[in-house]
């Protein structure tokens, strides 16, 4: 019996999928907020993007950043949850 690791034809190796990236307009479509919205989140470092070139002007967003940004906003509970007020009975 052999200790050496078996070699996985180049056919068969898993091949790796490179996300495209996707521009402002899409990424404010995604996570539902205005465009303008998007690029001050994403010149503020609170949203994951990409400056293109040295002006900081364009960016590049991966969707799949874009979505674990988004449920960890959703899960970290950072809105508290608002009280009923008036008559409320509940």
């Known amino acids: 019996m052999s200790t050496q690791p078996t070699r996985i034809p180049p056919r068969e190796?898993?091949?790796?999928?490179?996300e495209a990236p996707v521009n402002q307009q899409y990424a404010?479509?995604?996570l539902n907020l205005h465009p303008k919205t998007v690029l001050?989140?994403?010149r503020e470092g609170s949203l994951p993007a990409h400056p293109v070139g040295?002006?900081?002007?364009?960016?590049h967003f991966y969707l799949s950043e874009?979505?674990?940004?988004?449920?960890?906003?959703?899960?970290s509970g950072s809105h508290p949850r608002r009280q009923p007020q008036g008559d409320y009975i509940g």
């Open 40 to 42: 001050r989140k994403a």
């Open 28 to 30: 404010a479509r995604f």
């Open 66 to 75: 874009l979505d674990h940004w988004l449920r960890s906003q959703v899960i």
């Open 54 to 59: 040295t002006c900081r002007k364009r960016w």
């Open 13 to 18: 190796r898993l091949r790796t999928v490179r």
